[in-house]
């Protein structure tokens, strides 16, 4: 079976046939609040217990694993690195194999490991519950150039694409009898073979691309149709209006409460 061209996970659930804008508008009200406006951590803890509960309820948690195992390792060093070595440390928190860890640089941390998170799983609700041509075709509608949306749907669809091209590659390359597989030497090995036709693919395919779009009028002016119409849902109304109101409520707390 061939891998699809994108990060997209098919799933009969509300979160995927929202509005794309309601999402991004998600992101936005995730980054604001508790980077600018709400800077506490237990919102962002909130905020990512909510990702989590959405990617859940999508279907979509497990693709989002992998994801969180590699930022682990970043997290990880900046615990290891504001414990250890932030110039505000004073208050020593705890020591581990001769190392002082201090409070200071622990809690300064924990914020910033709760903001990438927050940030990580928000774009992963976003990448993996939205198809990047119904993302696009949404900007597009709303005044966004048609050039623009071909490179961002063309971002987002680079990496699926290069493991695609890979995948079959390898298949190509081990039918021919390569080695692919073993040691790092073999593996170094194979890099030459493997890397050689993954570019010059990319490169035909982006050719040829530029040619079908050509083809299909792409540089023509006048007002653009699209294949497909999406008929607006009364829940993107109402998530979209309900997020609006939580950055409202969180300003006033902001000014007025705090």
Known sequence: MARALSLYVEADTFVQKLDPMVKLLYILIAILIPFVILPFRWVGAVFILLSCVLLLYAKVFPRVLPLLGFS????????????????????????IFGLTFYKEGLLYALTLCIRVLDVLLAFALLVL?????DLIQSLVKRGLSPRF???????????????????????AQRSR????????????KAF???????????LLETRERAMALE??????SGKKTFLYEREPLV?????????????VISLVARFTVL
């Open 235 to 247: 829940l993107d109304k109402i998530l979209q209006w309900a997020l609006i109101a939580s950055l």
């Open 215 to 220: 083809v299909r009028g792409f540089s023509a």
């Open 192 to 202: 030459i073979p493997l890397i050689g036709p993954v570019v010059m693919s990319s």
């Open 129 to 133: 519950t939205t198809r990047p041509s």
């Open 149 to 171: 949306g071909y490179v961002l749907s063309s971002a987002l669809q680079v990496i699926p694409q290069m493991m695609s091209q890979v995948d079959s590659i390898m298949d």
């Open 177 to 188: 009898g390569l080695e692919t597989e073993g040691s790092l030497w073999v593996r170094l």
């Open 72 to 95: 682990f390792l970043i997290l990880i060093s900046i615990v290891i690195i504001q414990g250890l070595f932030m110039p505000g440390n004073k208050t020593p928190a705890v020591e």
